[in-house]
């Protein structure tokens, strides 16, 4: 066995040594290709992730009623603004692409429209172009809130949208709904709203996030924003009632 085993060593090494140019041909094109894998190995798993989160600010929800009717049922439409924080934890940089929030409609149970948007979410997947920018009187002063996408009518800071890795971005974002009636509107519970924001980036990765806001009155909304709400009535020539728009919950 023992002279077996010596005999197989001799000629491995007599092998090797006729053949040193093939072997190390051979370790040069495996290294080669452990290389280039591993390469792409690394590429694969460099990815962007974002994470979400809220600042304080003008983050809330209000529903407000229009002035028409459909059928027996007021028309009402609700805005959402948020204070929104993107940041970079991953390991490749990014860009916005898009922003998106969801929130549970007021229901009666047991109805398809339950199953749907109450159990489910109902979302409102395109952001709206407010008419005015978000602001706060503090003392004598007046705090101008940045916009994330959009940009200010009142400063010429352009919104940053692409993301290193590990930079964050913040600004406010708005959504405005179409014309509803009946349940279709955020489910109040002690004041707030359960929502879900999902952020889209370039490469078309998705990242969400839940948070409850409060539900405030249009009154309310507007000592952020003299122009919450008005963006649809805008668009379509329409007069607001005045001061009108408790939320309807």
């Not at 066995?1 to 000629?11: C, P, V």
């Not at 407000?64 to 805005?79: C, L, M, N, P, S």
């Not at 603004?81 to 390991?91: D, Q, Y």
């Not at 996408?149 to 993301?163: A, D, G, M, N």
Request: glycine share 8%.
């Amino acid at each position: 066995m023992l002279a077996s085993l010596i005999d197989l060593y001799s000629q491995s090494s007599k092998w090797s040594n006729d053949n040193q140019g093939v072997v190390s041909i051979t370790i040069f094109a495996v290294t080669l290709a452990l290389g280039w894998a591993s390469g792409i190995f690394s590429a694969l798993r460099r990815k962007p992730k974002f994470t979400l989160s809220l600042n304080d600010g003008p983050t809330f929800c209000c529903t407000y009623r229009i002035g028409k009717k459909h059928a027996d049922f007021e028309v009402h439409r609700t805005g959402i603004a948020l204070f929104l924080v993107v940041a970079n934890v991953g390991s490749s940089a990014s860009s916005i692409e898009n922003i998106s929030v969801g929130y549970h409609w007021h229901l009666r149970p047991l109805t398809v429209q339950w199953l749907k948007y109450s159990v489910g979410w109902f979302w409102l997947t395109n952001q709206t172009v407010v008419l005015a920018d978000f602001q706060v009187l503090i003392g004598e002063n007046t705090k101008v809130f940045p916009f994330l996408i959009q940009k200010s009518f009142l400063h010429s800071v352009e919104p940053i949208t692409y993301l290193e890795v590990g930079r964050s971005t913040a600004g406010v974002v708005y959504f405005e709904q179409t014309d509803s009636w009946g349940g279709g509107f955020p489910s109040v519970r002690a004041g707030r709203v359960r929502i879900k924001v999902r952020v889209q980036d370039v490469f078309g990765g998705y990242y969400t996030a839940k948070f409850t806001i409060p539900s405030v009155s249009i009154e309310e909304a507007r000592k952020y924003n003299p122009a919450f709400g008005k963006t649809r009535a805008e668009l379509h020539g329409e007069k607001l009632p005045f001061d009108q728009g408790s939320p309807c919950a």
